[in-house]
């Protein structure tokens, strides 16, 4: 769904700071107003995903940008660094938990190493 006009009507003050109000019409042809914390949030082309409430000021849109899957998987080096730093996280954590601290890299490279193998061993 793509936006197709888009005219600012004026802002207001809500309970969650400043909004700025659009009228907005859809390429289906459906129109309603949009609130926004930014004042160039959307633009005319943008393409959206749009909930539709009716209420006491008439239909109002909540937009938001479709999901896009990832065409691209992550390189296996990006993956391996990805997944060191989330070790080195867990093993940290872990420390923290039983209220310990590493005496040196090794020790540390050594346990994060252990949640890697862990992990793996469960998604297996």
């Excluded at 700071?17 to 309603?32: E, H, I, N």
């Excluded at 849109?61 to 989330?86: N, T």
């Amino acid at each position: 769904m793509k936006i197709t006009n888009l005219q600012f009507t004026g802002t207001w003050e809500s309970k969650f700071g400043l909004l700025y109000q659009y009228d907005a019409t859809l390429d289906d042809g459906r129109t309603g107003r949009v609130n926004c914390k930014t004042k160039d949030a959307w633009k005319v082309g943008d393409e959206v995903e749009v909930q539709v409430t009716e209420g006491n000021y008439g239909t109002s849109f909540k937009l938001s940008r479709p999901q896009m899957e990832s065409k691209s998987q992550s390189s296996p080096e990006v993956q391996k660094r990805i997944d060191a730093s989330w070790a080195i996280g867990q093993a940290i954590q872990y420390a923290i938990c039983q209220e310990f601290s590493f005496h040196d890299d090794k020790e540390l490279a050594l346990t994060a190493r252990k949640m890697l193998d862990l992990r793996n061993s469960l998604l297996q």
